[in-house]
């Protein structure tokens, strides 16, 4: 078996394990592989092996793999400046990393001019780092209500970074935002769905499975170093 292959089976199993312990159907948790600084034979391998989402952070890269690959699904996963919204509109089968209402209002204008609806989440700092992009949480409220007013953009969940550390000691981060987002479900504004939430890495993707994650973004465990 190729060892990208080797590897996937071993991260599906550990997604599986995490989400057996909390009572969730593996199933619902979606495995993105991460393809930054991958090459085109990585990806070609990790499709072989069955793969079929994955994330990119940087949007040069991201148009060329989305070109040469678009049997996969496209995530757009890091920082996206407002000039670069017409490259991933339309392309991206969901941006992950919507850290400001300037850069959705950016992405709703886009893709009502390329006549899409496209797909995002709102990206929050829930550990407060300054190094980190997104929104606070207790900004969340007046951001989905101005998403709603949107036409070209639907907000289907959350995404944050936790700090590098060890897993069990980022588990408060993912699950201070799973709690947000099940306050926020009380009263969602319509055309908003909190049904997705982008947490976890190689390092923590575990702890962010037993938390409630929906979707976790994974490098090293699938590619190696």
């Not at 600084?37 to 989402?53: C, K, M, N, Q």
């Not at 990119?56 to 670069?84: C, D, M, S």
């Not at 850290?99 to 001019?113: M, N, V, Y």
């Not at 769905?193 to 499975?209: I, K, N, Y």
């Amino acid at each position: 078996m190729p060892p990208i292959a080797v590897r996937y089976e071993a991260v599906r199993r550990q997604v599986a394990d995490a989400a057996d312990a909390c009572g969730r159907d593996p199933a619902d948790v979606t495995i993105i592989a991460v393809t930054k600084t991958v090459g085109v034979p990585e990806v070609t391998a990790a499709l072989a092996a069955g793969i079929r989402d994955f994330g990119e952070n940087r949007v040069q890269e991201f148009l060329g793999k989305y070109g040469l690959f678009p049997e996969a699904r496209w995530h757009f996963i890091g920082t996206l400046q407002t000039n670069k919204v017409k490259d991933v509109v339309g392309r991206a089968h969901l941006i992950h990393s919507v850290d400001s209402l300037k850069l959705l209002s950016h992405i709703d204008r886009r893709a009502t001019e390329r006549g899409v609806v496209q797909p995002v989440l709102l990206q929050v700092n829930v550990s407060g780092e300054g190094s980190k992009h997104g929104l606070a949480i207790p900004d969340l409220p007046e951001a989905l209500e101005e998403a709603s007013r949107m036409d070209s953009v639907e907000v289907r969940g959350l995404m944050t970074m936790a700090p590098l550390a060890r897993a069990e000691d980022v588990r408060w981060v993912f699950r201070e935002l799973r709690e947000a987002r099940d306050s926020l479900r009380a009263a969602l504004p319509d055309r908003v769905e909190l049904d997705e939430l982008s947490m976890g890495m190689s390092g923590d993707f575990r702890v962010a499975v037993e938390e409630g994650a929906t979707i976790v973004r994974i490098g090293n465990a699938l590619f190696g170093r």
